[in-house]
């Protein structure tokens, strides 16, 4: 596929001397045309900052940002404009203006490039039927909710026939029905108007719903990028690994005198019940020290933490049984520290 957004190799810091902050270190993701490409990470791993570079409300103090393979970096103010309404943005605060109504707020960037009146209209109304808020062109926001909030704003950011839509924690402030209505949209809009979608979020869930391919952030850096599942099912380093079972143990708390195991589901059609039947066939137990299981596409996919009997004997008979499991990978961890 053809990359429509290229970072290479992007720095940002804030402030002077010991109040400076490096948010971006040396990060570079393309991404591809047609995508929907997700960003995560926890608080403060540079994830705002990104995707503020990307349209360049934010200018980074070294790299190039490519669009069509060519850098923003380097354009004028006026080419620059011209670029930015290729590519949309929608926030987690909708940023809809009070005093205008539904269709209103869709026709205000549409008035900012001189686009006529009747027509503007006529194109806020389509986009209203698109977002299926037909009724709501008389609303103001204070009558509206949060998801037709958010509604309206995508409406908005599609006025322009946007090539790139950014959404920065665009479902951080729904509730969990309101946010998958949200994500179904954002994915019609891919699908049906070729739209390429990138999510900037701290929610794994968000990923795994809609992300084809997924960048990890963490400290400002980019600790690991690659297909959904293939992250999701073996994360390599220990910042993915704290996403991707946030409520596992941390590794560095796990007792290094024991025998530990990552045991991770890689795409069968169903979880099978691995520690009830180690009991019954086995008559080996196990702890679960953490973990976190979900379904992709109707894959399972998943890891657990589980530390082995302290008999050689015990361990060997689990380990061997739990290596012959079909869909099934382990990985030992007993002398990781973190």
Excluded: W
């Amino acid at each position: 596929m053809e990359p429509i957004i290229e970072l290479k190799n992007l720095s940002k810091t804030f402030g002077a001397g010991d109040n400076q902050v490096s948010a971006l270190k040396d990060v570079s993701i393309s991404v591809e045309k047609g995508e929907i490409f997700g960003i995560i990470g926890l608080s403060g791993a540079g994830k705002s900052t990104l995707v503020r570079c990307i349209n360049l409300l934010e200018r980074p103090d070294e790299g190039k940002i490519l669009f069509h393979g060519n850098d923003l970096m380097a354009m004028t103010e006026k080419e620059l404009r011209a670029q930015r309404r290729k590519i949309s943005m929608i926030f987690q605060s909708f940023n809809l203006l009070d005093q205008r109504t539904a269709l209103e707020n869709i026709c205000f960037p549409l008035e900012l490039v001189g686009t006529p009146k009747k027509e503007a209209r006529k194109r806020a109304a389509a986009l209203l039927e698109t977002v299926g808020l037909p009724d709501k062109a008389g609303a103001y926001p204070v009558q509206l909710s949060g998801g037709q909030k958010q509604r309206v704003a995508i409406a908005r950011a599609l006025a322009s026939n946007p090539e790139v839509l950014l959404c920065d924690e665009a479902t951080s402030a729904l509730d969990p029905k309101t946010t998958r209505e949200t994500l179904r949209l954002l994915r019609q809009i891919n699908q049906e108007l070729g739209v390429t979608v990138i999510i900037i979020t701290h929610d794994m869930k968000v990923i795994e719903e809609i992300c084809g391919r997924v960048a990890i952030l963490n400290h400002g850096q980019v600790a690991e990028i690659g297909a959904v599942e293939e992250v999701f099912s073996n994360p390599k380093t220990e910042a993915s690994r704290r996403l991707v079972y946030p409520d596992g143990l941390p590794f560095e708390m796990l007792p290094g005198s024991s025998r530990i195991i990552r045991v991770a589901f890689n795409g069968g059609t169903a979880y099978q019940p691995l520690i009830a039947s180690l009991a019954i066939d086995c008559g080996v137990k196990v702890n679960i020290l953490g973990a976190d299981t979900r379904s992709i596409d109707g894959k399972a996919f998943g890891t657990m933490l589980l530390g082995l009997p302290e008999s050689e004997a015990e361990a060997a008979k689990a380990l061997a049984y739990i290596t012959s499991q079909k869909n099934i990978t382990v990985e030992e961890v007993r002398d990781y520290h973190g």
